[in-house]
DNA sequence: AATGAATGAGCGTTCATTCAT
DNA sequence: TATGAATGAACGCTCATTCAT
């Protein structure tokens, strides 16, 4: 159901036992973000996973702690492919073209690419503080380090609160889960309009 | 746990029966915007209302019914809340000020005042597609009806597309469920900085 | 739903109090009839009554009370129109005459006419040893009169065992309930062909 | 609580979770035939079953699901019983003899040995249409061919309408779970009384 | 490494019954 | 005489979890 992702693929030999964890994590990350949290049971993971029930305790304690790693994986899965795109840029690409390019590459994963990285965004408010925080502290330092280039090179007013802005902007990408529709356009046309709003606003110029 | 609201409030007598369910949806909206709808049972609302959980029964015909009417009540209270902030303002107020006492009030509705608002916006997955349509129709056609003035009086430019700047504006308002903390300031010193995105963007001017 | 039955109702005044109580009777026995005694409701009962349930209350102990008299009534009315209709005939009746009509007054009560007497046959089981042996003495003394007047007139066998005869053909008669269907034939036709059974048999002649 | 029964056993080894099975039908059999289906409870055939309510659905989807199965095995037991001692007889037994055997069979199963073919006798007004309608061809089939044989071999007379003979034969059978006393004589005996009656009347000859 | 079988707690819901008015 | 409101016990059923094999 996923596209392979060589974010998190390991090298090398991989053991049928991890094999097995894997596909436990990927049928719960496909309900989770279909179906929410609640309203999946373990005999549906498993289903999916094509095994049984009881098996998936060999190897996770409990259902909160799929969740948590589903989860954790979305966080990490968004920022390394964001970090990546964004890495991958000239180095002397512009802090609004760096900008650009995490947004767009945020949008695409959470709303194309990956069942983790939506999973995430629609179960968060499921698990518990301390994983919330971790969560919310990874996408902080990041999006803040992209922020603060750009403030510092000019393309961002210094007038600007950059915290409340990193917010704003996440709030809106975050939503998109909740009316993007992929008929109606690619996540790199919608990536442009949403930065233009962010840098531009909406007001005459 | 709610403030009185005026907006649904009957004048002169209420029937016992009135404030019974009333109390009923009350304590659904608190658990529903609290915990969600799945993680909400019938015994924590009966015992929140100070009833026994058979009694919800005398009201309302099952749990899905009492969501629908709670989440009918959420998009009503704060649609109802902006119109009348907005129609309050002068006659000559601009498009702008328009907008800012909108989204000051679509916050603090949302944040401050009211369960039902929140647990709509939390918990609007988990109904049919036809009371979701419904919802979101109200939603656009509202917002969509003062962008068009702003942009008439030129207050928004010309090039910008409104269903977009919609969608954004719109998500980044109903995201900070995730992160606000009324520690940090009130929800109309918030709604004026996302205002100033809103219009003037972040980028240098 | 039921004709009229004359046979119960008492001469002169009704007292309101008297015609609502057999108002819930009426409607008990329709529902006990169509789907039995635990599968009916009091609500169902006190809607078709046209009351309230609490009102239930006010006229009997409890629905197994309601279910107690329901049945009596029934046991009575088949008692009483077999009765009534074989006294009608001439005193010089043969005790077959008599028999067969007691067999059409039986099943036309029981599948056309009335549905305390259906509700009993369909319901007997549910109540209480006491009351299942009163009613059974009921029917038994009847039969039994009408038996042993055709045994001594030679109508029936020197050699028949009247409590058997009783049984088998009160049984099949009772059974019809499970199969008679109204648009095949007259209860009548089938009283006369269930006495020509009963009393000459199926082998050859 | 039943004899053990040939007709269903299977032969070598018995898995676990047949037996569990079996063990829940036993007991629901038990339980219908008592007290009817509405009023038996799944944790009273659990309780019956000695496991846990919730361990029923492992087996099975519904209580109807049970009752269903229940019915079905009642109707195939006393088809098989009756056909395997029919067939026991000698070729030449004659159409009467076959008949006999058939409501001795019929009898001692539904009211000495099985729980499954009296509870499907008592509950047959539970289950769908489409059901009660199988069990009535199945049941009508058998009947009717044990009839014309005994028409054409001129032990029934050629006037006899053979469908209302079978529905008052078997009305007849089934009634007397209602008054059958296993202390006031066997089966046997009370069998070859109804053939009796069934085939020479009560009539003088 | 995986499963079949079972459990127990709790779910949404039903319903006969009560009782103040 | 009748009811609106409420209750409590029980219902059929679900599901995360356990554990012997």
Not at 92 to 121: C, F, K, M, P, Q
Not at 148 to 160: D, L
Not at 179 to 187: E, N
Request: charged share 25%.
């Amino acid at each position: 159901m996923n596209a392979p992702m060589d974010i998190t693929a390991s090298p090398g030999q991989v053991r049928k036992s991890d094999r097995t964890r894997q596909t436990i994590l990927d049928a719960a990350a496909k309900l989770f973000r279909e179906q929410g949290y609640k309203a999946t049971t373990q005999r549906q993971i498993a289903s999916q996973a094509k095994i049984k029930a009881g098996s998936i305790y060999y190897y996770f304690e409990s259902k909160d702690q799929i969740l948590d790693e589903v989860l954790e994986r979305g966080i990490r899965i968004v920022h390394e492919s964001v970090e990546t795109a964004v890495n991958a840029l000239p180095a002397n690409a512009s802090g609004r073209r760096r900008i650009e390019s995490a947004v767009a590459t945020h949008l695409h994963t959470v709303l194309r690419y990956n069942d983790y990285a939506s999973a995430n965004i629609q179960n968060i408010r499921h698990v518990s503080r301390e994983a919330r925080d971790r969560n919310r502290a990874l996408r902080r330092a990041y999006w803040t380090a992209l922020f603060e280039q750009a403030k510092q090179s000019g393309e961002i007013g210094q007038h600007v609160d950059l915290s409340i802005a990193r917010l704003f902007l996440l709030g809106a990408l975050n939503w998109t889960l909740d009316w993007y529709d992929p008929k109606q356009g690619s996540t790199d046309i919608l990536a442009e309009k949403f930065c233009t709003f962010f840098f531009e606003g909406s007001g005459r110029r």
